[in-house]
């Protein structure tokens, strides 16, 4: 029945009904644009004051293609940018990983990772208001409460463009630096709060849209891996967990 109803419509349907239709409702193509693909268009020697729908249809397709293009073109770019982060983090955390000592690793953050990462400083800080603290290379004492400064309302990492960043946490390299990472570290509960910065000349090197997982990849690396070499207990056994009931 359904069937015997289309083909009664078609036969009904005229060249001249559709012509109607499409000059009672004209947006119809820019709602049906995949018909431009498959439509015949008319030959350009046509009368006065007819639209020329070939050349429509041309720039169109054309405009698809290039937009297309263009995503294309982003896409390659952000998935080789991507790769290129992935290894230069990979890179970090094997170099983390061979030091054998906790001074080594202090060596390889603020020596070999502005290196691999191309930037002009990683520092690593540790609050204390004691002045008398003896110097350790590698590591940076920042007062207290500086980490709540920067990073307010508990928040884990920060990232800022055309910056001006604190003193405290680059020393000689604070003029330098143009945009940051900053990233809160969690090692234990038995150290003072410490924070791990990334510094670079470029004011757009780091911006607040970028992707935040890598370099929390690597926060976590430093953090365990001095939870290691000073034997500190990791703040899920300090505080307790679900083993302990």
């Known amino acids: 029945m359904a069937e015997h109803t289309i083909r009664a ?16 409702h004209p947006d119809f193509l820019s709602d049906f644009p995949d018909l431009l693909g498959i439509l015949q268009p008319p030959s350009r020697e046509m009368g006065e004051g007819v ?21 294309a073109n982003v896409m390659i770019v952000n998935s080789r940018d ?5 290894t230069q983090i990979h890179e970090c955390v094997l170099q983390l990983m061979s030091t ?14 502005p290196k691999i990462l191309e930037l002009d400083c990683v520092a690593l800080c540790v609050e204390n208001d004691d002045m008398t603290m003896p ?26 463009d055309n910056t001006m960043p604190d003193p405290n946490v680059y020393v000689e390299k604070f003029e330098v630096v143009k945009s940051e990472v900053l ?15 990334f510094g670079s000349g470029d ?33 899920e056994v300090i505080f307790g967990g679900d083993d302990d009931q």
Request: glycine share 4%.
């Open 203 to 235: 004011p757009e090197r780091f911006d607040p849209g970028q992707g935040t997982e890598l370099i929390l990849f690597l926060a976590q690396s430093i953090s365990e891996l001095i939870r290691i070499w000073l034997a500190l207990p990791s703040p």
């Open 9 to 24: 419509a078609n036969e009904n349907l005229t060249a001249e009904i559709v012509a109607d239709y499409l000059r009672d």
């Open 100 to 113: 054998e000592s906790f001074e080594e690793l202090l060596e390889v953050i603020s020596r070999d990772l």
């Open 82 to 86: 991507n790769l290129a982060s992935t």
């Open 51 to 71: 639209s020329d729908l070939q050349q429509t249809m041309i720039h169109r397709l054309r405009d698809q293609v290039e937009r297309t293009e263009d995503l």
């Open 183 to 197: 990233v809160r570290l969690e090692i234990s509960p038995e150290v003072p709060p410490a924070l791990l910065a």
């Open 135 to 160: 110097p350790i290379d590698g590591l940076r004492v920042i007062p207290t409460t500086l980490i709540d400064y920067l990073l307010p309302d508990g928040q884990v990492i920060a990232l800022r």
